[in-house]
């Protein structure tokens, strides 16, 4: 074993690894099955040549060679200069008559480097280097240059990661000189694709399930881990639960801690990624393509919002659902988002109107918008309309749970003779003590009866505020573009009504 800058390398002779029977699991292929077979002595070439840089990940991964550009591009989201691109455990190439023009053999080694680093968690610009020598080089650097400034490293990782063609080039020109030692490329004069300083790179974001989520004996990548408080387990790379645990897999870095209720899981992954996956979270990762990018861009926006008092979000409604990786349509819609600016005193989404939209003001109270723009109900929709009976000993159990007043403009019902209570906090109430079906939403009418009971006669499924997400898929089915969804729930772009 070796130490680099990069961290622990595997160096074992080629032959021995393929003697031993230790070569990387064949892929499962996508795409015209006689081009694959002029592609696979490439990546058998490429797989070999890299060993020394490390383990192949265990599990099922796959090779997709897109039909035409614009198939690459709608799953990756790449530019015009990327021709391969690993999006989870999918290695996505161009179409062979765009890659037999490459150097087949440099652009397969520095994949597979990619993915023989995962869950290495080095910094991006880190990553690249590694994968850039990997091109003409069989084995791992021994000694590097010394490391740039910091103010460098940002701007290497942001290029990278979001920048244009022109500033992606310039990293990888910057890195290929410090590599060889040659003089170093001045910084890029295009700027990146937002229009924001290199410093304002999104922190990643930490999602932590509660314990009550969790199961006490917890099976990840396989491992059996039976709760203890004060136990701790960290995971890197590509993460696998069984059931009955609340996600099926992770992808980044994971910890499980024994606290004194049970497991509590921490995830941490990119903007990009908990933006893709809490979209996908809450509509479904067979929702239309628009109405996720609707939602994203209400996730972006809100994200810039008060968060958990730690900073931390949870992957329940409080904040917004995740149940695992999202897809690279999802990883797509999060990127192509449109930047409408939204504040995040705004930046609500619900289940279903039901026909009834309601403003920040009805629902909350004080000085948020008093406007609600129009939305109507949906064929659909199982929420365009409900009927619900609470009964008298519910009744009296919200009437001691929640306390009586309004704030300005809030919604108010009376139970009895005594009131007025938000609906949003009895709502909020009897969805924790009895199920979150029996009081649907905040868009109600309430006849308090003799015998002590309420009868709730009301349209929608949430608070009712913001983007619909059962009208924004019904919409973006019949063609609408995320922008129109936008426009619907929140008015024209800007940050004033």
């Not at 053999?105 to 020598?133: I, Y």
């Not at 009897?430 to 199920?435: D, E, K, P, S, T």
Request: glycine content about 10%; proline content about 11%.
């Amino acid at each position: 074993m070796m130490e680099s800058m990069f961290g622990p390398l595997l160096l074992c002779p080629i032959g021995v690894l393929a003697s031993e029977g230790a070569a990387e699991p064949a892929p499962r292929w996508v795409g015209d099955a006689e081009l694959v077979e002029q592609l696979g002595p490439w990546l058998q070439g490429a797989l070999a040549a890299t060993r020394d840089y490390g383990p192949w990940p265990a599990g099922a991964w796959e090779l997709h060679m897109h039909n035409d550009d614009a198939s690459f591009e709608s799953a990756t989201g790449s530019p015009s200069a990327r021709f391969a691109i690993w999006v989870g455990a999918t290695l996505h190439l161009r179409p062979w008559d765009k890659l037999k023009r490459r150097d087949l053999g440099s652009l397969l080694r520095h994949e597979c480097v990619h993915r023989r680093v995962l869950g290495r968690t080095l910094p991006r610009w880190k990553e690249e280097a590694l994968c850039l020598w990997a091109e003409e080089h069989p084995r791992p650097p021994e000694r590097l240059p010394s490391e740039p400034e910091a103010h460098i490293q940002a701007r290497l990782g942001l290029a990278l990661a979001q920048g244009s063609t022109a500033t992606q080039g310039w990293a990888y020109a910057w890195l290929r000189a410090w590599l060889a030692g040659d003089p170093l490329p001045p910084g890029p004069k295009t700027a990146p694709r937002q229009a924001e300083p290199w410093e304002t790179v999104p922190a990643p974001i930490t999602v932590v399930w509660p314990p009550e989520r969790l199961p006490r004996v917890l099976e990840i990548n396989g491992r059996s881990l039976r709760w203890r408080p004060g136990l701790v387990h960290s995971f890197q790379g590509q993460v696998r639960f069984s059931a009955p645990a609340p996600v099926s897999h992770l992808e980044g870095s994971c910890r499980v801690e024994g606290v004194s209720g049970g497991w509590r899981l921490s995830w941490t992954a990119d903007y990009a990624t908990w933006v893709a996956a809490a979209t996908e979270g809450e509509l479904g990762a067979d929702a239309p393509f628009e109405a996720k990018r609707a939602l994203a861009a209400v996730l972006k926006a809100w994200l810039a919002g008060p968060r958990h008092p730690d900073g931390t979000l949870c992957p329940l409604t409080h904040c917004a659902v995740v149940r695992g990786m999202p897809t690279p349509g999802g990883l797509q819609a999060a990127q192509t988002a449109p930047p409408w600016p939204l504040p995040p005193s705004r930046a609500f989404f619900t289940g279903s109107y039901g026909g009834v939209p309601m403003s920040p003001r009805e629902v909350w109270g004080g000085p948020e918008a008093a406007k609600a723009f129009p939305g109507p109900a949906i064929p659909e929709d199982r929420w365009s309309s409900w009927e619900r009976r609470i009964s008298p000993s519910q009744v009296r159990a919200l009437k001691s749970a929640v306390r009586p007043g309004l704030r300005p403009g809030q919604k108010g019902i009376r139970l009895g003779a005594s009131g007025p209570y938000p609906v949003e906090t009895l709502r909020l109430e009897a969805g924790r003590r009895f199920g979150w079906t029996l009081w649907p939403s905040n868009a109600c009418e309430a006849a308090y009866q003799p015998d002590g009971s309420l009868l709730l006669k009301g349209h929608g499924w949430g608070h009712n505020v913001g983007l619909s997400l059962a009208l924004a898929v019904h919409r973006a089915r019949s063609g609408a573009m995320a922008e129109d969804l936008l426009a619907e729930a929140f008015g024209p772009m800007t940050q004033e009504e």
